[in-house]
T-cell receptor, first 112, second 108 residues
Framework: DTAVSQTPKYLVTQMGNDKSIKCEQN?????MYWYKQDSKKFLKIMFS???????INETVPNRFSPKSPDKAHLNLHINSLELGDSAVYFC???????????FGQGTRLTVV | SQQGEEDPQALSIQEGENATMNCSYK?????LQWYRQNSGRGLVHLIL?????REKHSGRLRVTLDTSKKSSSLLITASRAADTASYFC????????FGPGTRLSVLP
């Protein structure tokens, strides 16, 4: 059983499109995250949800919106995609905001 | 934010040698964690050291934490080719940012 799964694994899309990346965890964790890893491998937190409440919202463009239908899911919706959005996006979860995080395999987004 | 910054950015060693990576951060933390990322994969948690701990071991891994210097080190002893990966530290406080990581290459 995959602990943290995200789909799709690869996503190629044109500028201006709207896309979503889904994430699900079966660990019963209370906290979920979205990270962006750029071409230089710098991993930056984008959002964090704790029991469906946003607790971290870094200065990301408002074109990015996290949506959590329940504690086990945290989806990432991106509007009006730009070339600079190309990166690998990782979903992760942890028991609480200080505990070890379990990462998904990543979604490689390419905007053309 | 308590950004973790690893040093060196890249490290190449022979199998059997020890590898040491360092991490610095900026403000007070609850704990510091080290992760490994194999190429094209997600991060895997290696070890967590709390702010009141100074040293921790897990198998061939040894982590130290110096809160006065706001730094940590990860030592991998008797390295293997399978240890080839990128290693990241993350300093956990109110929020956290991973550094760019250290790319470790272990040559057979």
């Amino acid at each position: 059983d995959t602990a943290v799964s995200q789909t799709p694994k690869y996503l190629v899309t044109q500028m201006g499109n709207d896309k979503s990346i889904k994430c699900e965890q079966n660990l019963g964790h209370d906290t979920m995250y979205w990270y962006k890893q750029d071409s230089k491998k710098f991993l930056k937190i984008m959002f964090s949800y704790n029991n469906k409440e946003l607790i971290i919202n870094e200065t990301v463009p408002n074109r990015f919106s996290p949506k959590s239908p329940d504690k086990a899911h945290l989806n990432l919706h991106i509007n009006s995609l730009e070339l600079g959005d190309s990166a690998v996006y990782f979903c992760a979860s942890s028991q609480d905001q200080y505990a070890e995080a379990f990462f998904g395999q990543g979604t490689r987004l390419t905007v053309v | 934010s308590q950004q973790g910054e690893e040093d060196p950015q890249a490290l190449s060693i022979q199998e059997g040698e020890n590898a040491t990576m360092n991490c610095s951060y900026k403000t007070s933390i609850n704990n510091l964690q080290w992760y490994r990322q194999n190429s094209g994969r997600g991060l895997v948690h290696l070890i967590l050291i709390r702010s009141n701990e100074r040293e921790k071991h897990s198998g061939r891994l040894r982590v130290t934490l110096d809160t006065s210097k706001k730094s940590s080190s990860l030592l991998i002893t008797a390295s293997r080719a399978a240890d080839t990966a990128s290693y990241f530290c993350a300093a956990y406080g109110q929020n956290f940012v991973f550094g760019p990581g250290t790319r470790l290459s272990v040559l057979p």
